[in-house]
């Protein structure tokens, strides 16, 4: 009976779903050193790290994925240099020309996080246009953390709290949180980070307060399909208790 009992056990192991996470954040860390250690330019680093998002962003959905945000470019990230920054400006904007039409064949809804405003007119009006192109589609969110900060996030959510005229005692987590940059998206069950750096830089500060993190020394644009697959499956053997 206990042979019988434990084959049973195994079969039904075997067959059951894997724990999948439905929204994963991506520290996409590592392009320039990546670059550098084969000796091409900066730049070709961060052309290589687009390519690999791309292919990830098919890899999380073809695992059922729902949600999939990208930390592409932070408020500190203005202090690099001009031509990188620059760079960095025209690879988004022709990201979002050339991929555009797939994201909707994909049903891909892209949904911006960080400050508009900073960003070349140019950019500014591609991503308001990619937002309202893919508005209606639900296979999948990709969320394009650009611009963005996560206590710049946390500020401008209490300054939409204030211009509102709440009191303090209407002041609720549910509050702020409906303030954030996105809105009525999951928080994240898994952060991966790239390149060996076991920090969060402000990703997602006030979502990721019960996220799994998963760091990796592989450089973003060597991460692979493998990787991905190690990173879930260390997620489906942690117990989230949520503080219970």
Same mark, same amino acid.
């Given at each position: ?78 202090? &690099?240099?001009?031509? #990188? ?5 025209? @690879?988004?904007?022709? *990201?979002?020309?050339? =991929? $555009? ?91 991966? &980070?790239?390149?060996? #750096? ?5 990703? @997602?500060?006030?979502? *990721?307060?019960?996220? =799994? $993190? ?31």
């Amino acid at each position: 009976m206990t042979l019988r009992r434990s084959a049973a056990t195994l079969v039904a192991m075997l067959q059951a779903p894997p724990v999948v996470p439905k929204h994963v954040g991506f520290i996409m860390d590592g392009n320039r050193r990546w670059a550098k250690e084969r000796g091409l330019p900066t730049l070709e680093g961060h052309r290589r790290g687009y390519a690999n998002m791309k292919r990830i962003l098919q890899w999380c959905m073809d695992r059922g994925i729902y949600v999939v945000t990208v930390f592409a470019f932070s408020t500190e990230n203005w202090n &690099r240099p001009r031509q #990188e920054v620059n760079y960095l400006m025209r @690879l988004f904007s022709h *990201a979002l020309k050339q =991929e $555009l039409a797939e994201f909707n064949r994909r049903q891909v809804r892209i949904v911006h996080l960080g400050r508009l405003d900073p960003l070349p007119k140019y950019l500014q009006k591609q991503i308001r246009n990619a937002m309202a192109v893919t508005k209606k589609n639900t296979k999948a969110v990709l969320n394009l953390a650009l611009n963005y900060g996560g206590r710049t996030e946390i500020v401008d959510a209490v300054k939409r709290v204030v211009k509102k005229g709440l009191s303090a005692a209407q002041v609720t987590e549910a509050v702020i949180t409906e303030q954030l940059y996105g809105v009525g998206v999951v928080d994240p069950d898994l952060i991966i &980070r790239t390149s060996g #750096e076991q920090r969060i830089s402000g990703f @997602l500060l006030w979502e *990721a307060a019960y996220a =799994e $993190l998963y760091f990796t020394p592989k450089k973003w644009p060597a991460f692979t399909e493998a990787d991905l697959d190690r990173a879930l499956a260390d997620y489906a053997r942690r117990k989230r208790n949520f503080g219970a």
